[in-house]
Nanobody, 118 residues
């Protein structure tokens, strides 16, 4: 069973930075894509950023220019460098991994809280 574990969340003032990391605690598999999602209270879960095994990255418009995703899909490690944080970035952030080109994400972390104060 693949288990993903996030770390690096916390409380930061608006304009500050945080770095989230995700690593496997069990066995690994070669993921086609790894991503970061977030869910704020009362809102739908949102895909924030993804990285494929070839290094192609994609971001939701609201974080472009502020967040950077990096990782090693073969090792199931992925990080999210977040800068110029805004109060609206407050959410629980989850990492996830998917083996295939399409379909659901196969594995998820337990989430880490990011709180940005104004």
């Amino acid at each position: 069973q693949v288990q993903l574990v996030e770390s690096g969340g916390g409380l930061v003032q608006a304009g500050g930075s945080l770095r989230l990391s995700c690593a496997p605690s069990g066995r690994t598999f070669r993921a086609y894509i790894m991503g970061w999602f977030r869910q704020a209270p009362g809102k739908e879960r949102e895909l924030v950023a993804t990285i494929t095994d070839s290094g192609y990255t994609n971001y939701v418009d609201s974080v472009k220019g502020r967040f950077t995703i990096s990782g090693d899909n073969a090792k199931n490690t992925v990080s999210l460098q977040m800068s110029s944080l805004k109060p609206e970035d407050t959410a629980v952030y989850y990492c996830a991994a998917r083996a295939g080109v399409i379909g659901r994400y196969n594995y998820w972390g337990q989430g880490t809280q990011v709180t940005v104060s104004s």
